[in-house]
């Protein structure tokens, strides 16, 4: 298994430019998310899924969106990018299980510079 | 709304020392609680997790973590540290929805 998947690895935008960010998993899991990381500021989540079809807001979701069509895919899409959206993004999975006790996978990170 | 202190933004000890990280949380019901690593230019891997049962909890790479209700504290240790345990550790607390929420993060530092 390839696990969690995230591409690009490294993307430089211009203000104002549209992307959109790659994640993919091969473990049929139900739940995937969406956190950005800021130096000193550990993980915010932007986006979550709970199944194909279905996904809620986090704590950081403006200026992204997502879309669930698949249960593998769970891209996020900047729309118009901002300084702001500088960040490393971190796409994740898990199993929904019994209660809140299972692991999230996490993919190896997009490190996005808008300039 | 849950929380997570992780009280030390920057930890150095010496090859062999011992270690301890504290983190603090706050949440209303039983917590689930999580310590990731975070190795340079990596993703996070689980270390070790909490939900019920033994309030001492061994992970992988040789390191516990000890759950005290009382004291909101879920502290992670490892007896004697090893240059390769350089990185950066998370705490996190299981919320609602099966998310999570994070500490800032405490980066370890081993000097030789």
């Known amino acids: 298994n390839a696990g969690v998947t995230q591409t690009p690895k490294f993307r430089i935008l211009k203000i104002g430019q549209s992307m959109t960010l790659q994640c993919a998993q091969d473990?049929?899991?139900?739940?995937m998310y969406w956190y950005r990381q800021d130096p000193g500021m550990g993980l915010k989540l932007i986006y979550y899924?709970?199944?194909?079809?279905?996904?809620d807001k986090g704590e950081v979701p403006n200026g992204y969106n997502v879309s669930r069509s698949t249960t593998e895919d769970f891209p996020l899409r900047l729309e118009l990018a901002a300084p702001s959206q500088t960040s490393v993004y971190f796409c994740a999975s898990s199993t929904p299980g019994t209660g809140m006790g299972n692991e999230q996978f996490f993919g190896p990170g997009t490190r996005l510079t808008v300039l | 709304a849950q929380s997570v202190t992780q009280p030390d933004i920057h930890i150095t000890v010496s090859e062999g020392a011992s270690l301890e990280l504290r983190c603090n949380y706050s949440y209303g019901a039983t917590p689930y609680l999580f310590w990731y690593v975070q190795s340079p230019g990596q993703g996070l891997q689980l270390l070790l997790k909490y939900f019920s049962g033994d309030t001492l909890v061994q992970g992988i790479k040789g390191f516990e973590a000890e759950f005290k209700r009382s004291q909101s504290s879920f502290n992670l240790r490892k007896p004697s540290v090893h240059w390769s345990d350089a990185a950066e550790y998370f705490c996190a607390v299981g919320a609602s929805n099966y998310k999570l929420t994070f500490g800032k993060g405490t980066l370890l530092t081993v000097n030789p």
């Open positions: 899924s709970v199944g194909a079809g279905i996904t």
């Open positions: 473990m049929n899991h139900n739940y």
